[in-house]
């Protein structure tokens, strides 16, 4: 189980947590764009092998959203990121 | 001593002779001491079988030490009862009763040797073979009942299992001597420190050691480097703890067993560690050879401590065999139990006899460059073995020599299987013949036999090193510590011969590699012949090294044995990934008290007693909430019940508990915006008082949830969504204003259960709401259909919502939960005068579905958009954009056939269909055209209607389809989706 940083609570176990996948910009910049931008916005992940960026929220604990660098090889978490 | 421990010496060992302790095994009545396991409480008593094999059900006895003994596997009956328990591991106690598992009928007479006797038809990947579709349920009750490993416990254990969390700087993972003087530096250096060991007493291989420290025996340092351990308030240690999970996040799971207090069965701890210490030693591994699993046949490692722990004597005559020089500590062993070697069976053929065996052994018949072939069994037992061996000149020759007991040696695996399951890398090492670990992925270091290192003082040396440089990576300075010195018995010059197996692996051969899957040479080499080349493939194709072994004893030899087959190093084969448990572990461990009714917890109503001593049938209703399904009164059946408050909600007043229906209170200035994006629909102008329904579609443009949202006044509006999507909806909202459009200033509190809710519907609902004491205007002009009022009844605060689910005029009374039952009383008590009716989510249903009204999970499956349903005048053409628009439209780009919300008539106006029937043309089975989302006995039109989504369906009224029920065609009309009061008058009276 990973242990992590949340930017308010500080570190506590991944249990607490909700992951809701690879950081994505605003569906603003994608919805009027043409229909294969669009979908490919809406249904393509990186699916990196290495660092992703991701979106967790801490919903059993300060119920706030954070960006979070974690390396997919070793797990590793680099930082967690208040400014989303 | 009592006779019956006739294979126990009067002296030695570390059990306490007077203390006897009586056990039970297969029914037999036996006694131990107080010390034993039962495996070896069962050898002191002559029980040579204590299992039966996975596939060929051979019998089994002891053969390995420890939680490597794969083939001690019973099952503790009692008030524990539990399956897959290991006897070597498992202490004896007063009243212990055990069975031996995969024995059908009985240990002596086994249904199941049958395989043995036809074993050419199970071969590696037979079941992959044999056991497929369509002839599956033929041979499954059979193999089922003969192959499973035990049964599950009838009953729910006596005791409590618990989850601890912990948090330390050092973790050292075994307490065997490099353990020990690992986690003393450690916790010595001021380090919080955790040790722990799978068996009950520290030590590991010093238990059975004759092995000399600082001039006593090991076990005498042992107590006292415990003794200063657990002196330390900052070291913990756990005995009887398995490892069994080693994780990211230098996590590692430890399942201990009978912890304190008594009630306690087990402890599953996670511990995250700065700096994990492996110091898990090394298992013995056997040698393959025919017929290498007949009871008799143990690792020098298990006839040791049979002897030096248990003063068990395990056979009389014994044959050495072994292909390196650790086994020769065993013949002191066997002098002390007073049991003859009739010969050493070396593979070496270079061994210096003078510094393995002291003068006193000289009589013995050392065979060097020899091997067993086969060992002769009579009954359940070894009577002898065939060994081949050469001459002085260097000639073959066969013999047979006589005995009871096989002591093998096959050199020594280091247990890396933590160090694999952190995700280090492994390394074939030639010196020891088998894989250490190379490099670590996480904060991991290892000391002792795991490296390679064979010696006892090397592994000492070793230990405070690792232990002072997991120290200094953390910053902690090393206190200084003394390493003792060895002073007798050490095994300073380990050499291993890397000999795995003396067959080639003939059919017919039993020579077995893994004995806990029961996996042969031959199997290993069908496998390679049918092309299976890659470990892991072979691993899964043979199952070898899977189940309970885990790898412990088998994996090495498979290796060796696929690296000769494929004329390759072992290195090139390399090993399969190590996963967790390391032994088995028990569910009730890892789940702690997180189980039964408070893994997920019921959520309740205010109103629950009253629902209940009413007559209520409790149904869930969606996100735990449990609500009233329907009342039955004395003499009722469910179906008259639902009728009688259908009828009630139809013609006068019923009344039901809408609690559980999800609520939310959104703020802030852009609200208007949030609702415009989450809805299909323009939420523009609604002014305070005024509420509207909304579609919630996924950003995929299908139907997510839908509700009322009412504005109650400038600042706050109440958003409602289905009772089961609230979860769902909440954490969509909070995502969307949290993370895809931080730009909106917006806030959204869940209040579902801040707020009861009350529902008081049908004809007369207005006339009773009258007559309750109120400020409320209850008139149409006052509070007409989708607005919301705020007032009093009888002294408690409410808000009454004018929304209909009944199709009935209809009042939503909220009031803070804590008047909810208060509220509720009162209503009833009004109510009397009107005979209002308590009513139930069933009827609930039937008068939705006259209504064609949409229930998530019936019609909204997940593949529907408002327009398959009938909704399209709820999405807006105006809007530039909403949550599904985009994905919506460029589904309908090309007016694509979709399947369209229809209502259904049986023709037989008795007949129910079940929810989900398919409907499909009388031809055509295997297109279905849709399928009945709901059916129900309406009391109002006096027969049956439904719902269901058909292809095209809108244009096939008056159609007759077919819905397909356990095989039979029932025929349904095809119809609008609403079978009552279609114009909306009644629920906006
Ligand atoms: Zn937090």
Partial sequence: MLLIHCPWCGVRAESEF??????????????????????????????????LEEYWCHEKGCGQWFKLRRDTTTHEIMDGDTDS | MSRANSKRLHFGGYIDRTQSLKFKFNGRDYVGFQGDTLASALMANGVNVLSRSFKYHRPRGVQNRGYADVTSLVQIAGKNESPNVLASVQPLYE??????????????????????????????????KTFMWPNWHLFEPLIRRAAGFGKAPSQAPAGQFLNRFDYCDILVIGAGPAGLLAALTAAKSGARTVIIDEMTQPGGSLLYSKTELEGQLAIDWIARTVDELKSMDHATCLWNSTAWGYQEGNMVCVSERDPKPA?????????????????????????????????????????????????????????????????????????????????????????????????????????????????????????????????????????????DLVCVSGGWNPSVHLFSQSRGTLRYDDNIASFVPDQAIQATLCAGAITGEMSLAGSLKSAVQIGSKALSRIGIEAAPISIPEVTNGDHTNYQVDAFWSSTAGHKRVKAFVDFAGDVTVFDLKLAIQEGFDEIEHLKRYTTTGMG??????????????????????????????FRPPYTPVEFGSIAGSQAGDVVLPYRHTPMTHWHKEYGAVMYEAG???????????????????????????????????GSPLGKFIIRGKDTEKLLNLIYTNSFNGLKPGQGKYGLMLNEEGLIFDDGVTFRIDDDQYLLSCSTGGAPAVERKVDKLINVECPELKVIITPVTSQWANATVCGPLARQMLQSTESDIDWSREALPFMHVVEGIIAGMPVRVFRVSFTGELSFEINTPSRYGLKLWRYLIEVGQNWDICPVGSEANHVLRVEKGF???????????????????????????????????????????????????????????????????????????????????????????IALGVLTDGRSRFGETVLAWEQGEPLPLEVTRPIFYDAEGIRLRM
């Fill in chain 1, 18 to 51: 909700r992951c809701t996948g690879q950081v994505k910009p605003p569906r603003s910049e994608f919805v009027h764009k043409s229909d294969e931008a669009w979908l490919e916005y809406l249904y393509q992940a990186d699916n990196r092998r290495g660092i």
């Fill in chain 2, 95 to 128: 009243g212990l009763e055990a069975f031996s598992v995969n024995c059908w009928p009985s240990v002596s007479f086994d249904i199941g040797s049958i395989f043995g006797a036809f074993s050419p038809i199970l071969p590696a990947g037979f079941y992959y």
């Fill in chain 2, 623 to 657: 996100a735990r909430w449990r609500r009233p399904g329907y009342y039955l009164k004395e003499g009722e059946s469910m179906n008259e019940a639902i009728n009688r408050e259908c009828y009630a909600v139809r013609n006068h007043v019923g009344i039901y508990d």
């Fill in chain 2, 548 to 577: 309970l072994d885990q790898g412990k004893t088998a994996n090495v030899n498979a290796i060796g044995i696929i690296a000769f087959h494929l004329d390759c190093h072992p290195s090139e084969v390399g090993t399969t990934t």
């Fill in chain 2, 263 to 403: 009630e306690l069965i087990g402890r599953n701890w996670k511990i995250w560690a700065k700096q994990v210490i492996l110091a898990t030693g090394a298992i013995e591994r056997p040698i393959v050879f025919e017929n290498n699993d007949v009871p008799g046949v143990m690792l020098c490692s298990a006839v040791m401590e049979a002897i030096q722990t248990y003063g068990v004597v395990p056979g009389k005559k014994a044959v050495l065999f072994t292909n390196n020089s650790s086994a020769y500590d065993i013949l002191p062993y066997l002098q002390v139990a007073g049991i003859e070697l009739a010969a050493i069976v070396d593979t070496r053929s270079d061994v210096e006899l003078d510094t393995v065996i002291g003068t006193d052994d000289s009589n013995v018949e050392v065979l060097q460059g020899a091997s067993i072939q086969l060992v002769i069994r009579a009954g359940r037992r070894v009577r002898g073995v065939v060994v081949h061996a050469q001459d002085s000149s260097g000639k073959e020759k066969v013999g047979k020599i006589e005995c």
């Fill in chain 2, 854 to 944: 949409l229930s998530l999970a019936h019609e909204v499956d997940g593949t529907v958009d408002p327009i398959d349903l009938g909704h399209g005048w709820i999405v807006s053409r105006k809007k530039k954009d909403f949550i599904g628009k985009r994905s919506m439209e460029i589904r309908r780009q090309n007016q694509p056939v979709r399947q369209e919300l229809v209502g259904l008539l049986p023709k037989d106006s008795k007949q129910l269909i079940s929810e989900g029937a398919p409907i499909a043309p009388a031809n055509k089975q295997e297109l279905s055209d849709g399928f009945v989302s709901a059916c129900v006995w309406s009391g109002v039109l006096e027969r049956t």
